[in-house]
């Protein structure tokens, strides 16, 4: 009896190589094909010799043998890609934002749903270790209660971008952002330029706001001279940061402002805490194998791991009113919350 799951990677660029990289190396998957337009790249895929190599998506669905596909293409392509490889029975990992908008991401999540298929979005840093450690130091109310929060994904790329900086850098931070808060924000702001290419955004800046008062800001550039992947948490009792690159992964900060108890002016705001930082240990596992590993036991259930909300369809909600609001010059934008409760979509803890 056959026990690995037979995967085919769609879309051989940096992050379909990636997948690729990661699959192969698990002893529960066997990487069965590679797939990219451009037979030059097919090419220098050569190093994953057991794989099959084809320009044709068509050859993946035929292969009755093949579980799932991992996609890896630009985003105008997900609607079509993940519904076909649906209707053909496969499950699927998708990078990035499911779809352009939300009624395409209830409508596949609902065809998964169907068709009793593992659909998972590959937001990886939801699988970061740290970011699981900081979720269940804000569940224990250690921060206090949340104020802002403030993220920084920059840097300078090199790449042939198909999508926005919105799109392509923006989509990590909305959906840690909404994971750790649990919630979706009201209303959202987006300013941004194209400067390389016209019609493909190069930075944005982003402002989000919570009904209970929680505001966030996002930095996003592909033009940048440095390259960052942080995100900062200020709460009533406490501060937080956690940095992807940093080798202090998380950091807490005791520290907190505490309003004045009367008004008036020249009234001095008190600082709590004694300034110490604290470095919880955070291991050292990689989030993308522990997102591959939670797909494909998602693959053997049928289904991705049941968490709270549906977060890949809210994170499409949010970006889509962000990109209205970029559209319009930077207006203020209502997020319209889901009109019905879809199935989950991305897994936040592993089998």
Avoid at 302 to 321: D, I, M, N
């Amino acid at each position: 009896m056959r026990t690995s799951v037979r995967v085919g990677v769609v879309g051989l660029g940096a992050t379909g190589g990636a997948f690729a990289q990661t699959l192969d190396g698990l002893p529960n998957c066997e990487l069965a094909w590679l797939c990219d337009a451009d037979r030059g790249v097919l090419m220098s895929a050569r190093r994953f010799q057991r794989a099959a190599v084809t320009t044709s998506f068509d050859d993946l669905l035929a292969d009755e043998s093949l579980d799932a596909v991992a996609l890896a293409t630009p985003l105008a392509t997900h609607e079509d890609l993940v519904e076909r490889a649906l209707r053909a029975d496969k499950h699927v990992l998708v990078a990035n934002a499911l779809a352009r908008t939300a009624e395409q991401a209830f409508q596949l999540t609902d065809l998964a749903r169907e068709r009793s298929r593992c659909l998972l979005t590959a937001h990886a840093v939801l699988f970061h270790p740290g970011l699981r450690i900081l979720k269940e130091i804000m569940e224990t109310g250690r921060l206090g209660e949340m104020f802002h929060l403030y993220g920084n994904r920059q840097g300078f790329s090199r790449a042939h971008r198909e999508s926005s900086a919105l799109w392509s850098l923006g989509v990590h931070d909305i959906a840690a952002v909404l994971y750790l808060l649990d919630d979706t924000p009201v209303d959202v702001s987006c300013w941004g330029e194209s400067y390389i290419r016209p019609g493909v955004g190069d930075i944005a800046f982003c402002y989000l706001r919570f009904a209970n008062g929680v505001t966030t800001h996002l930095h996003l550039s592909s033009l940048d001279p440095h390259t960052l992947r942080r995100l900062t948490l200020v709460g009533s009792r406490q501060m937080a940061v956690f940095d992807e690159l940093a080798d202090r992964r998380l950091t807490i900060h005791a520290r907190a402002a505490v309003p004045p108890r009367t008004a008036g002016y020249g009234l001095r705001v008190r600082v709590e805490g004694d300034g110490s930082i604290v470095s919880p240990a955070v291991p050292d596992d990689d989030p993308a194998q522990l997102m591959c590993e939670t797909f494909l036991a998602g693959v053997g259930r049928g289904r991705p791991p049941e968490v709270e909300g549906s977060l890949a369809v809210r994170v499409v909600t949010v970006l889509e009113a962000l990109q209205r609001s970029l559209d319009r010059g930077g207006s203020a934008e209502v997020v319209s919350p889901p009109t019905r409760r879809a199935p989950t979509v991305v897994a936040l803890r592993g089998a």
